[in-house]
Nanobody, 121 residues
Framework: QVQLVESGGGLVQSGGSLRLSCAAS????????MGWYRQAPGKQRELVAT???????NYAESVKGRFVISRDRGKNTASLNMNDLKPEDAAVYYC???????????????WGQGTLVTVSS
């Protein structure tokens, strides 16, 4: 199977920066898209940023110019550099891989357990 482990969440003041990291492990043959989603209390989970294996990035309008996603395909890791954080960025951030092809021939979508980002005003 495939597991995702996120790290880097925490408390930051408005205007500050954080870096989230995600490491995928397990029976991985390849990953097409790695990305970050977030869910604030009382709201639906929403896309933050994704990056394909070909290097195409996609960002939510609300984070463009402030967040940068990067990937290391060889290590199956992804990072999200978040700058100029605002109180409305506070949420649980989830790493996602979709799809991941396993060595057993399965094609999966996998979510991490989430990491909390809190932004104080």
């Amino acid at each position: 199977q495939v597991q995702l482990v996120e790290s880097g969440g925490g408390l930051v003041q408005s205007g500050g920066s954080l870096r989230l990291s995600c490491a995928a492990s397990g029976s991985i043959l390849s990953i097409y898209r790695m990305g970050w989603y977030r869910q604030a209390p009382g709201k639906q989970r929403e896309l933050v940023a994704t990056m394909t294996s070909g290097g195409k990035r996609n960002y939510a309008e609300s984070v463009k110019g402030r967040f940068v996603i990067s990937r290391d395909r060889g290590k199956n890791t992804a990072s999200l550099n978040m700058n100029d954080l605002k109180p409305e960025d506070a949420a649980v951030y989830y790493c996602n891989v979709d799809p991941v092809l396993t060595t057993g021939g399965r094609c999966l979508e996998v979510w991490g357990q989430g990491t909390l980002v809190t932004v104080s005003s």
